[in-house]
């Protein structure tokens, strides 16, 4: 008797939470595929929680046709519904990418991007949607994606323009020291030709000085030898 109290425990432990979920009648479905408790999408990127009156709809890697909310019993007031991301999730449909007549909170530390007529249901978005919930992205279209794009492209572009104003640069000062240094030895030789050519008078006249008193000196001890 006692074993099989026990085995009614370990059974009603067991279908406890499906209990509670199906107290919830919530599922998302992603085209022919329902998402439920223990029931995940077949590819195992899309399962789904409860707990109360919250339904978290969890997304890794997810990368499929347009998600739906349907109710399969009476509607519930209060509800909390969630969508967690991880990893890169994205959703294409012809139509709606997230049809869901209340407000859905993301969190988790993936992505998601939406490409669709109207991306989700609740919103005013048209042809993309673009959800980060880690760095505060919740916006129409990939402007996030577009600028990235153009701030590498700007960057490299300023990349070659400093490589390319940088090595001019570096061959004209290279030049300019290479005609610098010939120019200034020209201009010591110059200097060094007019001091040569301003000292050679001086010298040369010295020297017909010395001469001529050298002249003039025995010009005049012979004189005063023939009295």
Not at 92 to 98: E, K, L, P
Request: proline share 4%.
């Amino acid at each position: 008797m006692k074993k099989l109290k026990g085995l009614l425990i370990l059974v009603l432990g067991l279908l406890l939470p499906y209990a509670q979920a199906a107290s919830v009648p919530y599922e998302w479905v992603s085209g022919e595929e329902h998402i439920n408790v223990g029931q995940p999408n077949q590819a195992g990127t899309a399962s789904l929680e409860k707990d109360g009156k919250t339904v978290t709809l969890k997304l890794n890697n997810y990368n499929g046709t347009g998600l739906q909310l349907v109710c399969y019993g009476t509607g519930q007031s209060d509800m909390v519904f969630i969508i967690e991301l991880e990893g890169e999730n994205s959703i294409t449909a012809s139509d709606v990418g997230i049809d869901i007549s209340s407000k859905v909170t993301f969190t988790g530390n993936g992505s998601l991007s939406i490409k669709a007529p109207k991306p989700l249901a609740y919103e005013s978005f048209t042809g993309s949607a673009l959800i980060i919930p880690s760095q505060n992205i919740y916006r129409e279209g990939t402007e996030v994606e577009e600028a990235a794009e153009e701030i590498t492209i700007n960057n490299n572009e300023d990349n070659q323009e400093a490589d390319s104003a940088y090595e001019p640069e570096t061959k004209t000062e290279v030049e300019e020291e290479e005609v610098e240094t010939p120019n200034a030895l020209d201009k010591t030789k110059e200097k060094d030709k007019d001091k040569g050519s301003f000292l050679i008078p001086i010298v040369f006249g010295v020297l017909i000085g010395v001469l001529l008193s050298i002249l003039t000196f025995t010009f005049v001890v012979l004189k005063k030898k023939n009295k």
